[in-house]
């Protein structure tokens, strides 16, 4: 694991508590360290501030998305705004933290990003049509490559991050079926983070402004109280 802070304390602290928790901890102070570290001994997940000096945490996830690493990315913000968040998304980051924040919940995020990338990682047996068949799967107008990680809707090609990939995939295979918060949490981050969490609210609206297209019908719909379901109006 690469770990970027650039708060001493903090850094330290985390540090010593991954390395309780298991973890084989590379830890430096900046962008530059991060990215220089990271092409040297390319890690199996990031842990990234976004505020520090000279490159920061977005633009060392920009660059090596641009390389095109798909390491799991996780975020450190102190910033609390939507936009923000939907900036550390758009950069190419998988999952974010708001600090300050508990060393439980960065365990917990870690590991299904970690769980996300195993092989031989698999859907919980009690969410409904959730073993995917290799090949395609499609549903009101979208197409889904399922093994080369691809999407469309019509003949326009979405630029999806691995999290919005897989909340979009168990929409489509469940499409016509309202999934409550828990089970999409429990499904794609391992976690039920509480009804006080807006990190799926976050995704799923992102997820909305890649696929919305004008004068078309919307495909994602929130059941108010529930959760989401894809089907098309």
Same mark, same amino acid.
């Given at each position: 694991?690469?770990?970027?802070?650039?708060?001493?304390?903090?850094?330290?602290?985390?540090?010593?508590?991954?390395?309780?928790?298991?973890?084989?901890?590379?830890?430096?102070?900046?962008?530059?360290?991060?990215?220089?570290?990271?092409?040297?001994?390319?890690?199996?997940?990031?842990?990234?501030?976004?505020?520090?000096?000279?490159?920061?945490?977005?633009?060392?996830?920009?660059?090596?998305?641009?390389?095109?690493?798909?390491?799991?990315?996780?975020?450190?913000?102190?910033?609390?705004?939507?936009?923000?968040?939907?900036?550390?998304?758009?950069?190419?980051?998988?999952?974010?933290?708001?600090?300050?924040?508990?060393?439980?919940?960065?365990? %917990?995020?870690?590991?299904?990003? /970690? +769980? #996300?990338?195993?092989? *031989?990682? &698999? $859907?919980? !047996?009690?969410?409904?049509?959730?073993?995917?068949?290799?090949?395609?799967?499609?549903?009101?107008?979208?197409?889904?490559?399922?093994?080369?990680?691809?999407?469309?809707?019509?003949?326009?090609?979405?630029?999806?991050?691995?999290?919005?990939?897989?909340?979009?995939?168990?929409?489509?295979?469940?499409?016509?079926?309202?999934?409550?918060?828990?089970?999409?949490?429990?499904?794609?981050?391992?976690?039920?983070?509480?009804?006080?969490?807006?990190?799926? %609210?976050?995704?799923?609206?992102? /997820? +909305? #402004?890649?696929?919305? *297209?004008? &004068? $078309?019908? !919307?495909?994602?719909?929130?059941?108010?109280?529930?959760?989401?379901?894809?089907?098309?109006?």
């Amino acid at each position: 694991m690469l770990l970027a802070e650039d708060d001493r304390a903090i850094r330290h602290a985390l540090e010593r508590a991954l390395t309780l928790e298991g973890y084989e901890v590379t830890a430096v102070a900046d962008g530059v360290e991060a990215l220089a570290q990271a092409h040297r001994t390319p890690p199996d997940v990031l842990v990234l501030d976004v505020m520090m000096p000279g490159i920061d945490g977005l633009q060392v996830c920009r660059v090596l998305r641009a390389e095109g690493d798909r390491t799991p990315i996780l975020m450190l913000t102190a910033l609390v705004e939507t936009a923000d968040r939907i900036a550390g998304l758009d950069a190419g980051a998988d999952d974010y933290v708001v600090k300050p924040f508990d060393v439980e919940e960065v365990f %917990a995020r870690l590991r299904a990003l /970690l +769980r #996300r990338t195993s092989p *031989e990682s &698999g $859907a919980p !047996a009690d969410v409904p049509a959730m073993k995917a068949p290799p090949g395609q799967v499609s549903v009101a107008g979208l197409r889904m490559d399922v093994q080369a990680r691809r999407a469309w809707r019509g003949t326009r090609e979405l630029e999806l991050t691995r999290t919005e990939f897989e909340l979009l995939e168990l929409l489509v295979r469940n499409a016509g079926i309202v999934l409550d918060h828990a089970t999409i949490y429990d499904r794609i981050w391992g976690y039920d983070f509480g009804p006080g969490s807006k990190n799926l %609210a976050v995704y799923v609206g992102y /997820l +909305r #402004r890649k696929l919305d *297209e004008p &004068g $078309a019908a !919307a495909l994602i719909h929130t059941v108010r109280g529930v959760g989401y379901v894809l089907r098309e109006d």
